[in-house]
């Protein structure tokens, strides 16, 4: 007993004389302030079957923010009732290219009767070998003409999702650089998916500390080890694997976005695994700490 003191002892002068601290020791607040959200997309098959169903295991999981990515065969007053009851809050509202600029007073409708600030656009078109300078132009027109809508008319704010292709080089930089340049930092704003950032190439703190101010929202995923990107813009969905298992530094991303103007963390999957790997993504993040 004397002797395990002693060491015990030794172990703790040594640390305070050191400042040693195991690998695994971690210290100061949490990284995320509050609990992170989640985008509907990560349960997809679920909702498609049991809309009520699925939103108690989302708050099962501890989750009272999404981010809608559809409708899913229901009206926008059915699921603010759903979520109203379960004490869920719905910030952003997910639509398709087409559905923003060819029913952007539906949309600005639907988003506002689901209680959202944002409507978030990921992507728009553009040809199969690489985004071209005119297609941008053209997605940088619509982006300006409906984010003018939105805000004005309806208080809400266009946030456009980085989907992976974005980064042909272009001049000095890349096209998405091209693109936040030309969008009227008044009527859009940006949500960086880290995985779709990562994957072609990029750094996402880098990125974040170029555009912090514009950046409001996020979509927080990690990428399996030994996975190659590129710029198509497309994987394996069973790439997605938990977060803080793969390839991207989870810890940088997000202190370099708590300098930034993120408001909304959301964990998504696009894997068959979710039942496993959201549970271990929201333990990661919420043990992480500065």
Same mark, same amino acid.
């Given at each position: 007993?004397?002797?395990?003191? @002693?060491?015990?002892?030794?172990c703790l002068?040594?640390?305070?004389?050191?400042?040693?601290?195991?690998?695994?020791?971690?210290?100061?607040?949490?990284?995320?302030?509050?609990?992170?959200?989640?985008?509907?997309?990560?349960?997809?098959?679920?909702?498609?079957?049991?809309?009520?169903?699925? @939103?108690?295991?989302?708050? &099962?999981?501890?989750?009272?923010?999404?981010?809608?990515?559809?409708?899913?065969?229901?009206?926008?007053?059915?699921?603010?009732?759903?979520?109203?009851?379960?004490?869920? %809050?719905? $910030?952003?509202?997910?639509?398709?290219?087409?559905?923003?600029?060819?029913?952007?007073?539906?949309?600005?409708?639907?988003?506002?009767?689901?209680?959202? &600030?944002?409507?978030?656009?990921?992507?728009?078109?553009?040809?199969?070998?690489?985004?071209? @300078?005119?297609?941008?132009?053209?997605?940088?027109?619509?982006?300006?003409?409906?984010?003018?809508?939105?805000?004005?008319?309806?208080?809400?704010?266009?946030?456009?999702?980085?989907?992976?292709?974005?980064?042909?080089?272009?001049?000095?930089?890349?096209?998405?650089?091209?693109?936040?340049?030309?969008?009227?930092?008044?009527?859009?704003?940006?949500?960086?998916?880290?995985?779709?950032?990562?994957?072609?190439?990029?750094?996402?703190?880098?990125?974040?500390?170029?555009?912090?101010?514009?950046?409001?929202?996020?979509?927080?995923?990690?990428?399996? &080890?030994?996975v190659e990107g590129?710029?198509?813009?497309?994987?394996?969905?069973?790439?997605?694997?938990? @977060?803080?298992?793969?390839?991207?530094?989870?810890?940088?991303?997000? %202190?370099?976005?708590?300098? $930034?103007?993120?408001?909304?963390?959301?964990?998504?999957?696009? $894997?068959?695994?979710?039942?496993?790997?959201?549970?271990?993504?929201?333990?990661?993040?919420?043990?992480? %700490?500065?």
């Amino acid at each position: 007993m004397i002797l395990r003191k @002693l060491a015990l002892f030794s172990c703790l002068l040594f640390t305070v004389l050191t400042g040693y601290q195991p690998a695994n020791a971690q210290k100061g607040q949490r990284l995320l302030k509050n609990h992170p959200g989640v985008v509907s997309y990560t349960y997809r098959k679920d909702f498609a079957k049991d809309m009520p169903g699925t @939103l108690d295991l989302v708050k &099962k999981n501890g989750f009272t923010d999404i981010e809608f990515s559809n409708l899913f065969g229901q009206t926008a007053q059915d699921i603010r009732k759903w979520i109203d009851e379960r004490g869920i %809050k719905c $910030s952003s509202f997910g639509v398709s290219y087409e559905d923003l600029t060819t029913k952007t007073d539906q949309v600005a409708k639907n988003a506002k009767t689901l209680g959202a &600030k944002f409507v978030r656009v990921a992507g728009f078109p553009h040809s199969k070998t690489g985004l071209t @300078l005119d297609e941008a132009k053209q997605g940088i027109s619509e982006f300006n003409r409906v984010g003018k809508i939105l805000k004005d008319q309806y208080g809400l704010t266009l946030i456009y999702h980085n989907h992976g292709f974005e980064f042909q080089p272009y001049e000095k930089g890349t096209l998405f650089d091209y693109i936040v340049q030309q969008t009227n930092p008044r009527y859009v704003s940006l949500e960086m998916d880290i995985l779709w950032v990562f994957f072609p190439g990029q750094d996402p703190v880098a990125l974040l500390k170029k555009y912090g101010n514009r950046f409001k929202a996020m979509h927080v995923k990690d990428l399996k &080890k030994g996975v190659e990107g590129n710029l198509s813009g497309g994987t394996n969905p069973e790439n997605d694997v938990a @977060l803080g298992t793969g390839q991207i530094n989870i810890p940088a991303v997000l %202190k370099a976005a708590k300098r $930034s103007a993120i408001e909304h963390y959301y964990i998504e999957d696009e $894997s068959s695994n979710v039942e496993t790997q959201v549970p271990q993504s929201v333990q990661y993040l919420l043990g992480l %700490k500065e």
